[in-house]
């Protein structure tokens, strides 16, 4: 008998990629807190705490549903084991929020799990996971939706300095992690600017309080007799590239624009929803920005971006001091000039060739103006150098192509985005393209029909036919 407490974790966490970085890092502030502790020893797979009834933080943080001590008697005089248990408990709920749920039964509370199940789960500590081992083309690169899985979320609204809100990072967030995801409060396409004001008003009306309040607290560029046209325009998202249909969101719109991004928005048509990932290694305290506007130099991108959205850009890329803003622009009008080439359906039909060593060429300028993190322009410059080895029946080098740009693409959009699956797809079914010789069986070849043993020079070149 006597009287336990402690904490749960609840609901207890996925085995996600943002679970397992959470979980890290808390391991992480534990180990240093207790760094010359003698009664806190780090075992094989779990922290043991020599205190009370000596309770363990596993290293596999989906099997933790509980940390706890009786607390009563001689084993506190002992061991001081509400001390630690108060420390774990705050350094927990620093990382995890209202995740944990504290309990005393000397207060009358209790946990939420039963016994049996807390027991269950601390014998699996002794037994690390099994690690899973999967072909580069399953591999989901990355976790899920970190608020889904954790309830916390991976930023913070805060004040930017020039630019009204933001959003900002609250941990260091890997490359390809999804920030958010986030329905539209509602969507409008195409109409004249007469009919726009009257249009949102009858929306808006039909919106929740809470949706109206979200929608009227989003920041105007515009304002003047028009203040509902001006918070749409300052803040609608095309649903999709191209798409004449937009969205407005209530969190995604603080996000704030750079022309050199380190998160890419995207539109998940199947789940109806709009998606931000991470496409550099975000640390801790950083802005979270996307594109608005992709567009070519600098001074064309500050024309549109004034015209389309209200605004003067001031991000990284356009206050670059003149001589690398000279070289950036450059690089840039490299970009639409090859983008342009390789679009170009009658050299695709009769010089493939070139049109690879285009994509070839293209690839190396988005390396070098975007820092190796253009993401959806790669995965996008990979799908057209697909489709002009599937043209011509050439499945080998389609097949690589597919996977590259399956690769690129699960870094900006996710692995369930409809784009992602197409491109994965194709990978091991290149010849299900809709265009699959369509201009010449010139290039037959089958997908397995690969070089060996080349370094990775040799193997890009064979790729892009650069040889010739
Ligand atoms: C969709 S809102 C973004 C959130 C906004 N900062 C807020 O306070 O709600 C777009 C507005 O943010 C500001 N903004 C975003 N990116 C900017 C940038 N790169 N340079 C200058 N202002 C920017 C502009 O006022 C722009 O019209």
Not at 15 to 21: C, E, S
Not at 231 to 249: D, M
Request: hydrophobic content about 30%; charged content about 25%.
């Amino acid at each position: 008998m006597g009287i336990d407490a402690g904490f749960d974790m609840v609901p207890p966490l996925s085995k996600g990629a943002t679970d397992r970085l959470s979980w890290g890092q808390f391991i992480d502030h534990i180990k240093e807190h207790y760094k010359d502790d003698n009664q806190v020893e780090i075992k094989p797979n779990y922290i043991l705490f020599k205190a009370g009834e000596h309770p363990k933080l596993p290293f596999e943080g989906h099997k933790l549903l509980r940390f706890s001590s009786k607390v009563s008697g001689s084993i506190d005089a002992d061991t001081n084991i509400e001390s630690y248990i108060d420390t774990v408990r705050r350094i927990a709920q620093t990382q995890f929020g209202s995740r944990i749920r504290c309990w005393n039964e000397g207060a009358d509370q209790y946990g939420t799990y039963k016994w049996d199940e807390v027991n269950e789960s601390l014998r699996s500590y002794e037994e690390p996971d099994d690690v899973e081992t999967l072909t580069s083309i399953g591999q989901p690169l990355i976790g899920n939706d970190p608020i889904q899985e954790t309830g916390a979320a991976l930023f913070e609204i805060k004040h930017i300095p020039g630019n009204g809100r933001g959003l900002v990072a609250r941990f260091d967030i890997p490359k390809g992690t999804q920030i958010i995801c986030e329905k539209p409060l509602f969507t409008a396409g195409p109409m004249p600017p007469s009919e726009l004001e009257g249009f949102l008003a009858t929306k808006l009306k039909g919106l929740p309080k809470e949706s109206q309040r979200q929608f009227l607290s989003l920041h105007n560029n515009f304002p003047g007799k028009k203040p509902f046209s001006g918070i749409f325009k300052t803040n609608a998202l095309p649903c999709g590239f191209g798409s004449l249909i937009s969205g407005v969101y209530p969190t995604i719109c603080s996000i704030n624009h750079s022309c050199m991004p380190n998160a890419h928005k995207s539109w998940n048509s199947l789940e109806e929803h709009e998606t931000i990932h991470a496409v550099r290694s975000i640390k801790s305290g950083v802005e979270i920005i996307t594109s608005y506007y992709r567009g070519g130099t600098s001074s064309e991108r500050q024309a549109e971006l004034k015209e389309k959205f209200g605004f003067s850009c001031t991000c990284s890329g356009c206050t670059l001091p003149p001589s690398s803003l000279q070289a950036s622009d450059n690089r840039r009008t490299r970009i639409r000039n090859l983008d342009k080439a390789v679009g170009d359906g009658v050299r695709m039909m009769n010089n493939p060739q070139e049109s690879l060593k285009d994509c070839y060429s293209l690839l190396q300028v988005l390396e070098e103006e975007f820092e190796g993190c253009a993401q959806a322009l790669t995965a996008r410059t990979y799908y057209d150098a697909f489709q002009i080895c599937i043209m011509h029946g050439d499945q080998a080098r389609a097949s690589v192509f597919a996977e590259r740009a399956y690769k690129a693409r699960v870094i900006c959009e996710g692995e369930d985005s409809p784009n992602t699956q197409r491109a994965k797809s194709l990978v091991l079914k290149p010849e299900l393209h809709n265009n699959f010789e369509a201009y010449s069986k010139m290039r037959k070849s089958t997908r397995i029909m690969l070089p060996q043993g080349l370094d990775t020079t040799e193997f890009n070149k064979w790729l892009f036919k650069l040889e010739n």
